[in-house]
C-alpha cells in the first residue's frame, strides 16, 4: 500500500481471471498500485496470469477452475490486508475508490460497494432489493417493468443500503468476510453475490452503495447478450442451490423472511445512512 498515513487500512484486491487477457489489458493496465493486488487465475488457457504479472499483480495459479468463489477465498487466505475489496478483472479502479471504499468499510460491520458505470459513463443498477424470482425474472426479460422497479438501483449520490450487490466489486473488512464465512464454494458462478449479502444480512450486517463513488464496469452478462444453453444451465443450476439455501426468498416468512422484508422495504425509500 502506497498510502502515507499509517492509520489507514491497509487494502488487498483479489481478482479472479479465466481466460481475462484482454480484461486486464482494458482495465488494469492504468493500475497505480495503491494496494496490494492479488489475482487468482483459474486455470486459464491464455496468459491472463503473465499479463497480472506484468501489470504487478501477485498471481496465485490454480491447476483446476474452482470457479468465482473457491478463488476468491483462496486470495483472501493469501491477502495480507485489514480490508478486502473483491474486483472483477473488467472494472477499473484506483486510489480514489480504493480509499473512499476501504475507509467506508472499516467504519462498521458492513460490504461496501461503488456505484458501477459503463464504459460511455451511465450507471449500471449495481444496487438490488430482494431477491424474489418473480423481479428476478422481470429483471431479465422485462426490465421497464414496475417488478424491477424496486429490484434494480441506480445511487447517483450519498450512501445507500440495499438488500444485495453485483459482485463485480465489493469490499469488507476481514473480520467482517470471516464472520459471514467467506463466498460460499456451492456457487461456481451466479447467485454468489446474492448469497454473501443475504447471509450477512442475517448476521446484522449491512450492504451498502456508495453513490458518490463511480467506478467502470465493462459488464457484459453471457446470460442475457449470447444465451448459450451452457450459461443457461448454470445460472438455473445455481438460482436452484441459492432458493433451496434461502427459501424465505420464495415465501417471505420467519425471522429472515422478516429481515430481508424491512432491508426491502428501506431500499430506495429511507434516508441516505451516515
Known amino acids: 500500500m502506497n498510502w502515507a498515513d499509517a492509520d489507514e487500512p491497509t487494502v488487498s484486491i483479489i481478482t479472479v481471471t479465466f481466460n481475462s487477457r484482454a480484461a486486464l489489458l482494458e482495465y488494469w493496465s492504468g493500475w497505480d498500485g495503491s494496494a496490494e493486488w492479488i489475482v487468482v487465475d483459474n486455470a486459464s488457457t491464455d496468459d491472463s496470469a503473465q499479463v497480472a504479472r506484468d501489470l504487478g499483480a501477485r498471481v496465485i495459479r490454480l491447476e ?5 468463489s473457491g478463488a476468491n477465498n483462496v486470495g483472501a487466505r493469501a491477502a495480507s490486508g485489514s480490508v478486502l475489496g473483491f474486483v472483477n478483472p473488467d472494472v477499473a479502479i484506483q486510489q480514489p475508490a480504493v480509499r473512499a471504499l476501504a475507509e467506508r468499510a472499516a467504519g462498521g460491520r458492513r460490504l461496501v460497494a461503488p456505484q458501477l458505470v459503463n464504459v460511455d459513463g451511465s450507471p449500471q ?12 425474472l422481470a429483471h431479465m426479460f422485462r426490465p421497464s417493468s414496475r417488478a424491477n422497479q424496486k429490484y434494480s438501483r441506480v445511487i447517483s449520490s450519498g450512501i445507500e443500503n440495499v438488500v444485495w ?5 465489493v469490499f469488507a473488512t476481514r473480520e467482517v468476510f470471516d464472520e459471514i464465512g467467506g463466498w460460499n464454494e456451492q456457487f461456481f458462478i451466479y447467485y454468489e453475490d446474492s448469497d454473501i449479502c443475504l447471509r450477512a444480512l442475517n448476521k446484522g450486517i449491512r450492504t451498502e452503495v456508495l453513490g458518490d463513488v463511480k467506478v467502470t464496469h465493462g459488464w457484459s452478462r453471457a446470460t442475457v447478450h449470447e444465451r448459450s444453453s451452457a450459461i443457461w444451465k448454470i445460472e438455473f443450476s445455481s438460482a436452484v442451490k441459492f432458493y433451496a439455501s434461502h427459501p424465505y426468498c420464495l415465501i417471505p416468512i420467519g425471522p429472515r423472511g422478516r429481515t430481508m422484508r424491512e432491508a426491502d422495504r428501506a431500499v430506495g425509500g429511507g434516508p441516505r445512512v451516515s
Do not use: D, I, Q, S
Open 64 to 68: 483446476t477452475n474452482l470457479g468465482f
Open 125 to 136: 443498477e449495481n444496487g438490488r432489493g430482494a431477491p424474489y424470482p418473480h423481479r428476478k
Open 165 to 169: 450487490v453485483m459482485g463485480a466489486a
